[in-house]
């Protein structure tokens, strides 16, 4: 079984050559689909998405589309960096679609592996469900059954940091800030995550973070429990998992 984790898309179109390459079994797109800071109109990042929706319709259990504070600031009243408000209504309606059709979800987990767009803390995943679903392997069940019934319990919360960047373990999968996900990571996975963007995709202590493709162009692979970071050009670095955390 071959894994293929794509970080934040934020409209760009590079995911159509990494997924014809790798020829994944699974394939995890970490959310953040729109409010690009590159030289990428919303029209761009409407047709883009799209097209993404359209490859999950042909392959649904294939294609895992999770969702990023980037999107879900359309469908609450929110409204974060990047915002784009000549575009509101067009992704606002185009998202509520995808979640009629259920196209959409918040969690993913297959074997050790936990996919969201920042990662899932215990506190907040016990503040959610009591401490007796902390060690549960339905975990993303109950994520993503909470995000249909209340998407409010993704938005953004001032927690005990005071930080406005989402550094704080208090904070949902959409928006926990690395330190505050290593500190306080829900224990049994191995998480995947994407929401921060890093210079080079980083392993850490059971956490990879995947936001490169904006900036070293990295995606992740998964096979065998083999962690690899490729970029589409065909070189990469490989991840060896032990115990205790990920070397190079």
């Known amino acids: ?25 699974r394939i995890i797109f970490l959310g953040d689909y729109f409010d690009s800071r590159e030289d990428i109109t919303c029209s761009e990042e409407l047709r883009n998405f799209e097209s993404i929706l359209s490859f999950k319709e042909q392959f649904p259990e294939k294609v895992v589309l999770l969702f990023g504070n980037h999107d879900l600031h ?27 059709k259920n ?6 987990s297959m074997h050790s592996f936990l996919f969201s767009h920042a ?9 959610q469900f009591g401490e007796e679903y902390v060690q549960s392997d339905m975990v993303c069940d109950f994520v993503n059954k909470l995000f249909r019934k ?30 505050s ?32 493709l904006g900036t070293s162009g990295e995606y992740l692979t998964i096979e065998d429990e083999l962690l690899q970071a490729n970029v589409y050009s065909g070189q990469y670095s490989e991840f060896m998992y032990n115990t205790n955390h990920y070397t190079i």
């Open 119 to 127: 990662g899932v803390t215990k506190t907040w995943y016990q503040s």
């Open 74 to 100: 359309y469908i609450i009243n929110e409204q974060y960096s990047g915002f784009r408000y000549s575009c509101q209504k067009a992704v606002q309606e185009i998202i509520h679609n995808a979640l009629q």
């Open 1 to 25: 079984m071959k894994l293929l984790a794509i970080g934040d898309i934020h409209g760009r179109t590079i995911w159509k050559k990494i997924v014809a390459k790798e020829r994944a079994d």
């Open 181 to 212: 996900l290593l500190a306080d990571k829900l224990d049994g996975y191995i998480q995947i995550v994407g929401h921060t963007t890093q210079t080079n995709l980083a392993i850490i202590d059971q956490v990879a973070f995947a936001d490169t």
């Open 150 to 179: 209340q998407p409010d319990a993704f938005r953004f919360t001032v927690g005990p940091n005071c930080d406005f960047s989402g550094d704080d373990i208090t904070q949902p999968p959409t928006w926990v800030r690395p330190a």
């Open 103 to 108: 196209l959409m979800q918040m969690c993913f």
